[in-house]
């Protein structure tokens, strides 16, 4: 089946489900295609219709590689930019390694997100040991708002793809 943008649609049968495990799964589809309370979108980047990768192949700098989430089994590099002399800290210099271009540093692919319950650890460095955790990184190192409420459907859905 050929990539299409759009949203998750899996669970829209779910929504108002009896079952209140499938109406909790239905909400976190909502919450991950949705405009949140801190203005972002999990689909914003996520733009693959029921898949979860990139529609444009975009690669996104989600800092998992920046100091701030660096867990202590990971290297530090230290980088200047020649130009502008500004310095960098990161764990992986991601697509910069290869293309040797500044505002490559630290992105990385979109991965799929069907069966992701199954691929933990998470992101490329394994930073989070859980779907929980990676809700947790999105809030800490991007902004995103969610409740605690929230959090738990949006990793319940995580949980069903």
Same mark, same amino acid.
């Given at each position: ?28 589809q ?62 992986d #210099?991601?697509?910069?390694? @290869?293309?040797?271009?500044?505002n490559? !540093? $630290?992105?990385?692919? =979109?991965p799929?997100? +069907? &069966? ?13 040991? #859980?779907?929980?955790?990676? @809700? ?5 190192? !991007? $902004?995103?708002?969610? =409740?605690?409420?929230? +959090? &738990? ?9």
């Amino acid at each position: 089946m050929p990539k299409i943008e759009g949203r998750f649609d899996l669970f829209d049968a779910w929504t108002g489900h009896g079952n209140p495990r499938r109406a909790q799964i239905a909400r976190g589809q909502e919450l991950f295609n949705n405009t949140n309370a801190s203005g972002l979108r999990c689909g914003a980047c996520h733009s693959s219709a029921n898949n979860g990768t990139n529609f444009n192949n975009l690669l996104f700098d989600i800092r998992t590689s920046s100091a701030a989430a660096r867990t202590p089994d990971l290297p530090l590099h230290t980088l200047r930019n020649r130009t502008t002399g500004e310095i960098r800290q990161l764990t992986d #210099t991601g697509r910069g390694n @290869v293309t040797g271009l500044w505002n490559d !540093l $630290g992105k990385f692919k =979109t991965p799929t997100l +069907r &069966a992701l319950a199954a691929r933990a650890p998470y992101f490329h460095n394994g930073i989070a040991a #859980t779907l929980e955790d990676v @809700v947790r990184h999105y809030q800490t190192h !991007l $902004g995103f708002i969610f =409740t605690d409420e929230e +959090r &738990a459907d949006l990793v319940a859905f995580l949980n069903a793809l």
